[in-house]
């Protein structure tokens, strides 16, 4: 990485800083991109240039951390663990499924759940991975390489945070959904 790409890297994690730590303190709604640019001390303008998809895409990266280890999940998985088996557990590590989670990392994520548009921002963030963990199990020998089938299991996976996210017990229903994903309805929890 060259020294403007660490200088933009330095300035987009800046920005997330000061954005999750303004949106806890004072809600997101109560928050304005000017207050985020002066907490970095940058114009709304070079903030747009850093994060050009606006105010709910501040505090996350661009996606890519999560695909990456989204896809090094199925490719790196441990020799007898199914590619459901290691997409169930990478989920389980995430957001509101994670087990005992730090103070900080419980406030971030009630956070994004709680608050519309970030929630709905962390979705698309989900949904741009489709295409290449449709295609990462579309490679793998005991999945069907059937486009269709691969794509509506990445889709089903990804779907997973947002769909069960609020859900009063999102551990339980996380291992159920793969449960089901893993073996149909026939699955002692379905």
């Not at 199990?137 to 889709?155: C, L, S």
Request: proline share 7%; charged share 30%; hydrophobic share 45%.
């Amino acid at each position: 990485m060259g020294r403007r790409d660490r200088k933009n890297a330095q300035t987009r994690r800046a920005l997330a800083d000061a954005a999750e730590k303004l949106f806890l303190a004072k809600g997101y709604d109560s928050v304005s991109v000017k207050e985020i640019a002066d907490a970095v001390d940058i114009s709304v303008p070079t903030l747009f240039k850093h994060v050009p998809d606006g105010k709910e895409a501040v505090m996350f990266d661009d996606g890519v951390e999560r695909r990456e280890s989204l896809l090094a999940a199925v490719h790196n998985r441990p020799d007898g663990v199914s590619v459901m088996g290691a997409l169930r557990e990478f989920m389980a590590g995430r957001g509101p499924f994670a087990a005992n989670p730090d103070p900080h990392f419980a406030r971030r994520t009630a956070l994004i759940m709680g608050t519309p548009a970030l929630r709905s921002y962390s979705r698309q963030l989900w949904i741009r991975c489709e295409e290449p963990l449709a295609q990462a199990i579309a490679a793998e020998p005991d999945m069907p390489a059937d486009a269709v089938t691969a794509r509506a299991a990445a889709r089903y996976v990804l779907e997973i945070p947002q769909f069960l996210g609020d859900d009063s017990d999102p551990r339980r229903a996380l291992e159920a959904v793969f449960d089901l994903l893993e073996h149909g309805l026939n699955s002692p929890r379905c």
